[in-house]
């Protein structure tokens, strides 16, 4: 009962009046996941109101305002950028557009919720993140909406893992078979499609974060693209593996043509031998241990999750002989940040609040002056698109290209 109640909530959330000083979005395209991603998240948040939406068609944008209650509706996306009522401005364009409208955004000075990956490429990535006006006093707020770094349970996940300890990590996600098509932006090259720029997104992250650093090279970048001379050059399906400082390796697998039933993105991590001081054995023996942290429900930690934390533990002679061997597991969940604990103890939240609201709530926060307990800094939206070009490098596709825009 309590999935359904939280799952149910989710979708249909507290809404509380709107404050005399909300932060208006306009809305840059008609696209299918800003209803999941802000306008279902902006019903609950008393500072955040959704006022326009500008579409390449104007009957498909009419429609759509209707549909999501948006009074303002404007003919092209300069309007909304020219429009002196909007605060901010969300763009959940294809890939390839994401670049020009998120400079012309700032250049307006509105703030930018920017959906992932940020841009095409790290050309645009350095362009982009270090435009001067970002620079300035009370300047536009930029934010790539990771959303999924924003829930508490990749905030626990994220604080059980020492960089220093990591040998190895794995991590993968999918889109089964029939929620994807060739017809879909995903596979447009011009457009910047491809699984890395899709679900591996989230994969490549999770690599980067948990060892603290960016790769020093991908050993490995093995694709999967049709064959059509038109689809060519964006890969369905990808498994690259990378090495990090430290020595270990990260593996990240997606694919958007993937078994037919769902299944949650997941990431396991396997920490390196360590010994275990244990003053009950005797002469010549020692006890070692190497953990295996696997986060179940990478992307989505609202619907279902699970951190199960085991520990593989061996007692060995000096001359390497395994004595005993015995494994123990536990898992933890958090949906709360009261479930994270530590010093996350005390942020806000509710069970039902997806990693969007969260994400809005810090989005919110920068944009007011307030103190952001979480946030994703531009350099560290820089480092994604170098380990993103990296792997486009090794596989053979190469990067996506880069706008003409200037």
Not at 15 to 39: C, Q, Y
Not at 141 to 167: K, N, Q, Y
Not at 198 to 220: D, K, Q
Not at 395 to 405: A, E, M
Request: proline fraction near 6%; aromatic fraction near 10%.
């Amino acid at each position: 009962m309590a999935l359904v109640s939280r799952i149910w909530q989710c979708f249909n959330p507290p809404t509380p009046p709107k404050s005399s000083d909300a932060i208006r979005f306009g809305v840059l395209g008609a696209a299918g996941i800003a209803p999941l991603a802000l306008f279902n998240p902006a019903k609950s948040h008393p500072e955040v109101i959704i006022q326009a939406i500008s579409a390449r068609d104007r009957k498909k944008a009419e429609a759509y305002a209707k549909s999501h209650g948006i009074p303002d509706i404007k003919d092209t996306y300069q309007e909304i950028l020219d429009d002196p009522n909007i605060d901010a401005i969300f763009i959940p364009l294809p890939n390839g557009l994401h670049f020009e409208w998120a400079v012309r955004a700032i250049r307006a000075g509105k703030h930018v919720l920017l959906e992932k990956p940020s841009v095409s490429n790290s050309t645009e990535a350095e362009i982009l993140f270090n435009l001067p006006e970002l620079d300035q006093p009370n300047g536009p707020v930029l934010l790539e909406a990771f959303h999924s770094r924003f829930h508490p349970s990749w905030a626990l996940f994220h604080s059980l893992v020492d960089p220093t300890e990591i040998e190895h990590i794995e991590t993968r996600s999918m889109i089964p078979w029939w929620a994807s098509s060739k017809d879909q932006i995903h596979f447009n090259y011009n457009l910047s499609g491809g699984s890395i720029m899709a679900m591996g997104t989230y994969n490549f992250a999770a690599l980067r974060l948990l060892f603290g650093e960016t790769p020093e090279e991908c050993l490995s970048c093995d694709v999967k693209s049709y064959t059509d001379g038109i689809h060519d050059k964006c890969d369905y399906e990808v498994k690259a593996t990378l090495r990090f400082p430290n020595g270990g390796t990260g593996v990240a697998s997606t694919t958007l043509m993937g078994e037919t039933i769902i299944k949650p993105s997941w990431v396991v991590v396997t920490t390196k031998k360590a010994i275990i001081p244990n003053s009950s054995l005797p002469a010549g023996q020692q006890q070692y241990q190497r953990r295996e942290l696997t986060l179940q429900g990478l992307v989505h930690g609202v619907f279902w999750h699970r951190i199960d934390i085991k520990e593989i533990n061996e007692i060995c002679t000096n001359e390497g002989a395994v004595v005993k061997k015995w494994e123990k597991t536990t898992s933890r969940k958090a949906y709360t940040w009261e479930e994270a604990g530590g010093e996350f103890a005390d942020l806000p939240g509710e069970v039902h609040w997806m990693s969007y609201r969260h994400q809005l709530e810090q989005f919110v926060n920068k944009v007011k002056g307030r103190k952001t307990q979480q946030w994703i800094e531009r350099e560290d939206s820089i480092a994604q698109m170098k380990m993103i070009d990296m792997a486009y490098e090794k596989s053979g596709l190469g990067p996506r290209p880069t706008s003409s825009f200037r």
